[in-house]
């Protein structure tokens, strides 16, 4: 069974960075694409990043050019990298690989939250 376990959310002000990262129990390989969503209260689910066994990655507009999604396959990781933090990305994030003719696997989530 795929594990997924998330880390380093927190509360940080306005502006501010944060690194979330994301451990598979196993090997990032084996899955053919990885990524980060978020739920606000009360709002859906929703895309922030995706990221490619090849390398290739997506952003929606609301985060493009803030966040940048990476992956280190020796350490069977996916980080997530968010700058110029506003307070509309206050949300629970969670981590996602999906594995071909299998499905989705997902974490138990890190909460972020930007406030003054």
């Known amino acids: 069974q795929v594990q997924l376990v998330e880390s380093g959310g927190g509360l940080v002000q306005p502006g501010g960075s944060l690194r979330l990262s994301c451990v598979a129990s196993g090997s990032i390989f084996s899955f053919n694409a990885m990524g980060w969503y978020r739920q606000a209260p009360g709002k859906k689910r929703e895309l922030v990043a995706t990221?490619?066994?090849?390398?290739?990655?997506n952003y929606p507009d609301s985060v493009k050019g803030r966040f940048t999604i990476s992956r280190d396959n020796a350490k069977n990781t996916v980080y997530l990298q968010m700058n110029s933090l506003k307070p509309e990305d206050t949300a629970i994030y969670y981590c996602k690989a999906n594995k071909m003719w299998v499905g989705d696997y997902w974490g138990q989530g890190t909460k972020v939250t930007v406030s003054s």
């Open positions: 990221i490619t066994k090849s390398g290739s990655t």
